[in-house]
């Protein structure tokens, strides 16, 4: 499931992202603390930030520059600035698309699977583990996981009698 870090300070619009985003299989994690916010995408290792530009202690176009300095994940600012050099500056530092507010929810969760869908489908044919509901497949070494349990997949597998 791919963890999309949602900082926004108005509390409607994040909890109605949020809500969207769990119907759309998605694991959504409001930022609170937004004096913080490098510090929780550190700890959260999301797989897309979504960023307003307004926001308490430092603006967004601060927080995307901190981002950029160490991952490429994925950032689409949602912004009520809506001017030219505010689209201008959001790509220059680093975001990959710039949706404004007021925004239809469909077209959001849009580009957010657009944007999972290109960076990590199609870069990721040479992976070398494939994750679903909870299944990890180890392309690698033949192994299966659910939760703790391993379960030996290969064809040379000893330790099963049902082969």
């Known amino acids: 499931m791919f963890k999309i870090m949602v900082v926004e300070d108005d509390q409607t619009i994040a909890q109605l992202v949020a809500d969207n985003l769990g119907k759309w299989q998605l694991d959504p994690v409001v930022v609170t603390d937004f004096a913080t916010v490098f510090e929780q995408f550190l700890d959260v290792k999301p797989h897309l930030v979504l960023l307003d530009i307004n926001l308490p202690v430092y603006d967004g176009f601060y927080w995307v520059q ?93 330790n099963s009698s049902r082969f």
């Open 66 to 158: 901190k981002i950029r300095d160490v991952s490429k994940v994925p950032v689409i600012f949602i912004s009520s600035r809506n001017t030219n050099m505010d689209m201008v500056m959001s790509m220059n530092l680093g975001a990959d698309d710039f949706v404004n507010k007021p925004f239809a929810i469909e077209v959001l969760i849009a580009k957010i699977n657009a944007l999972l869908r290109r960076t990590y489908n199609y870069s990721d044919q040479n992976a070398d583990a494939l994750e679903h509901n909870g299944l990890l497949l180890n392309l690698k070494n033949g192994m299966a996981q659910v939760g703790d349990t391993q379960i030996n997949l290969s064809k040379m597998n000893t």
